[in-house]
């Protein structure tokens, strides 16, 4: 995989792993929307998406990595994946469920994302840039200027989505929308992060990481709905390691790295951790490029002393 691609891999995970999707966001002036039991043993060729275990005497932690967005007629919810969920008290996503309903979520958004007075998007580029750019607009049918107010991870953001939403790719299909209408009655809801949490991580990225996030998408506008389908292949089929590279290898961009995935898997790591002290069953559905590749969840569980088990 080439360094440009793999920066790709990272700006379409992080543009489907946020709010872009599950917010809905819409793109500004006259354009479009856009929106510890005994150890189960792990079966040689996995069956569907991974599925592991942290336990102790007293408590049981699925972790289940999640795609925002899928096609309708995807079929995955079945075998230890829904056992899991059945036998769950609480459900864990990373933010909490239901606040896209909530229009005030869509006023933080654009506040947060929105330039100073008299700044533009285009003018932060350079020349091959804003070609870049530009072109990656017309190929998607929006006015060039739709996102000039704006900051460029909320541009970026929404470029990475607008040709899944195009191609059948829907939030309405995704795996949180099915955990949350699945899970137990009477289950309780946590989350890991708040909203503002996550637009705040975006929002305070440096200008040339942002940058970098989004001439990553529109370098390669064409290949967002074929790359998002081998990830989709590889989630399936359970293919972690090949997840990994695809999502999480090489980041170009440590900085994104750092603040999109590594840090926050350190922080979960640490909630898991800390979560094992009360007893209970916990599911917790987190975007799979946290669960997958170099510094995932797993690994910064393990460099605590605890064990994971692959269950599926």
């Avoid at 170099?294 to 605590?304: M, W």
Wanted: proline share 6%; glycine share 8%; with cysteine.
């Amino acid at each position: 995989m080439t360094q440009t691609r793999t920066r790709f891999a990272a700006a379409l995970t992080a543009g489907t792993m946020f709010v872009g999707l599950q917010a809905c966001t819409t793109v500004a002036e006259d354009s479009a929307p856009v929106a510890a039991s005994a150890p189960a043993a792990a079966p040689a060729q996995p069956a569907g998406p991974a599925l592991w275990k942290v336990a102790d005497e007293d408590t049981t932690i699925y972790l289940f990595g999640t795609v925002h967005a899928l096609p309708e007629d995807i079929d995955w919810f079945s075998g230890p994946v829904a056992a899991a969920l059945g036998s769950s008290g609480t459900l864990v996503t990373e933010i909490p469920s239901g606040f896209e309903q909530d229009p005030a979520n869509q006023q933080k958004i654009i506040g947060l994302a929105l330039l100073p007075e008299g700044e533009s998007l285009r003018d932060q580029l350079d020349p091959e840039q804003r070609a870049s750019y530009e072109a990656a607009m017309t190929s998607l049918e929006l006015p060039v200027g739709a996102f000039d107010r704006f900051e460029p991870w909320f541009a970026g953001m929404n470029l990475a989505v607008l040709p899944l939403l195009k191609a059948g790719y829907a939030a309405e299909s995704g795996v949180e929308k099915l955990v949350e209408e699945r899970a137990p009655e009477g289950a309780t809801r946590d989350a890991l992060e708040t909203v503002e949490f996550q637009l705040g991580m975006l929002d305070t990225l440096p200008v040339q990481s942002q940058i970098d996030f989004l001439i990553a998408t529109t370098d390669m506008i064409d290949e967002v709905v074929p790359m998002m389908d081998q990830l989709l292949t590889e989630w399936v089929e359970g293919d972690t390691e090949e997840l990994g590279e695809l999502m999480n290898a090489n980041l170009a961009d440590p900085v994104l790295a750092e603040a999109l995935l590594y840090s926050r898997n350190r922080n979960w790591a640490d909630w898991i951790d800390e979560r094992l002290d009360t007893p209970g069953t916990v599911f917790m559905a987190v975007g799979a490029g946290h669960l997958a590749g170099t510094n995932s969840v797993q690994d910064y569980l393990e460099e605590r002393g605890m064990t994971v088990t692959r269950v599926q």
